[in-house]
Nanobody, 115 residues
Framework: QVQLVESGGGLVQPGGSLRLSCATSGTTVFNIYAMSWYRQAPGKQRELVAVITPGGRTNYADSVKGRFTISRDNAKKTVYLQMNSLKSEDTAVYYC????????WGQGTQVTVSS
């Protein structure tokens, strides 16, 4: 059973930065998974933020392009989300997702952008 644990969330002022991490366990083939970050704000549907393929190709939601960067370290079985120039509208619970033939979710980490 693949398990995902997110960390790195917190409270940050507008314009600030955070780096989220998602550590994976329960698999010896982390490198075959497409890894994604999603977020869900109160009263809204969960939305895709960024994805990185097993080959390292990335894609981003228009709302975060140029501000967020997704990366992966296959040796550490970890995916990261570097978030810069944060805005209040980035406030949400951020979830990590791993997908190959099945999909797996982490428990989420809260990101709050507020002055």
């Amino acid at each position: 059973q693949v398990q995902l644990v997110e960390s790195g969330g917190g409270l940050v002022q507008p314009g600030g930065s955070l780096r989220l991490s998602c550590a994976t366990s329960g698999t010896t083939v982390f490198n075959i998974y497409a890894m994604s970050w999603y977020r869900q704000a109160p009263g809204k549907q969960r939305e895709l933020v960024a994805v990185i393929t097993p080959g390292g190709r990335t894609n981003y939601a228009d709302s975060v392009k140029g501000r967020f960067t997704i990366s992966r370290d296959n040796a550490k079985k970890t995916v990261y989300l570097q978030m810069n120039s944060l805005k209040s509208e980035d406030t949400a619970v951020y979830y990590c997702n791993a997908y190959a033939t099945l999909g797996y979710w982490g428990q989420g980490t809260q990101v709050t952008v507020s002055s």
